[in-house]
Structure formats: structure tokens, C-alpha cells
């Protein structure tokens, strides 16, 4: 039968053949196809004869139903026959492609991450030197009251209003 057959392909029929039965989420752990990948290879190659889908009931998951694809004898004879050559290599490449644009992602997705939280420490260091600047002026002023006090000569008893300064917040 001439069939024509990528990298992709191979990939997903390659799984199927080491593996036997697999369900959509399986093949695309196993060959690092998109679901869209995995599910136009089940309609070509179903069609074809090669695998068998079935649609079973999973528990446990977001979803109530998934599709199993099973290689049928068909399909084992003509990879033997000679569908496609040695596939390991280029499911390797497949594989290894997908997981290198996976990483990618990931690593921008971390990269942005990272400007998020340099900017927010940013801001948060900018808002520590606002407050320092307050204290500072505070100090200032505490200080400027206590030596007017000191140079007026006054006898205050600084405790004595420290108490009556709490006892009216409250």
C-alpha cells in the first residue's frame, strides 16, 4: 500500500508499534505530537486500516471520554513490510525537536517571569527609599522639638506625655 508518511507519522505509528494500545494523551507523552497531531493521525491512519480507535470512559479526569488507537495486524505488516525505514532515529528527532520548543517556551515563560519580579522589587525598593526619607525626616523633627524643648528651658516631663499620647489613642 502507498501511503505517504513524514516524520510525524512515523513518530505516532512508531509508538503505536512498541507500545501497543495507547490513548491520545499517551501517544502524545510518547512522540511529543500536539493533541491536533495525534488526532489527524487517527483519522489517516484508521482510515488506512493501521490502527483501530475505540473511545473509552477514563476516571480521574477533566474530561469523561478518551480515544485508545490500537495498531492492527494491517498496519504491523506493512511497517514490517517496509512503510517507513529504521524510524527510531527520526522519532528521536521528532521527539527531540518538540521537546527542544517545549524548553523554549518554558524558558521564556521563566524569563518573563523574572522581569515581573525584578520590576516589582524595583518597586518595592522604591517604596523602602520613600519610607527611609519619611523616617529621616521624622527623626529630624523629633529631634528639632526635643532641643527647642531644651533650649526653652522647659521642664517637661517627656515620659509624662509619652503615656498621655497612648492613653488618648486608644
Known amino acids: 500500500m502507498s501511503l505517504p508518511i513524514n516524520d510525524k507519522d512515523e ?7 512498541e ?5 491520545t494523551s499517551e501517544i502524545r507523552k510518547a512522540t511529543a505530537l500536539s493533541g491536533d497531531d495525534v488526532r489527524n493521525r487517527h ?6 486500516g493501521f490502527v483501530e480507535l475505540d473511545k473509552r470512559e477514563v476516571e480521574g479526569k477533566h474530561y469523561s471520554h478518551e480515544t485508545f488507537a490500537t495498531l492492527t495486524d494491517h498496519g ?10 529504521d524510524s527510531t532515529e527520526q522519532v528521536k528527532k521528532v521527539t527531540e525537536d518538540a521537546r527542544m520548543n517545549e524548553l523554549e517556551e518554558q ?3 521563566l524569563q518573563n517571569q523574572v522581569n515581573k519580579l525584578q ?10 527609599e520613600s519610607i527611609k526619607e519619611w523616617m529621616e525626616a521624622c527623626e529630624v523633627s523629633v529631634k528639632a522639638v526635643r532641643w527647642a524643648v531644651e533650649d526653652s528651658d ?7 506625655y509619652k503615656k ?4 488618648n489613642s486608644d
Not at 513518530?11 to 508499534?17: E, P, Q, R, V
Not at 483519522?43 to 488506512?48: E, G, L, N, R
Open 107 to 109: 524558558v521564556q515563560q
Open 11 to 17: 513518530a505516532y505509528l512508531t509508538a503505536l508499534k
Open 119 to 128: 520590576n516589582e522589587q524595583n518597586n518595592i525598593l522604591s517604596r523602602i
Open 43 to 48: 483519522k489517516k491512519f484508521s482510515k488506512a
Open 19 to 23: 507500545n501497543g494500545t495507547l490513548s
Open 76 to 85: 504491523r505488516t506493512e511497517i514490517v513490510r517496509g512503510l517507513f525505514g
Open 164 to 167: 498621655r499620647i497612648r492613653e
Open 154 to 160: 522647659l521642664s517637661w516631663d517627656i515620659d509624662a
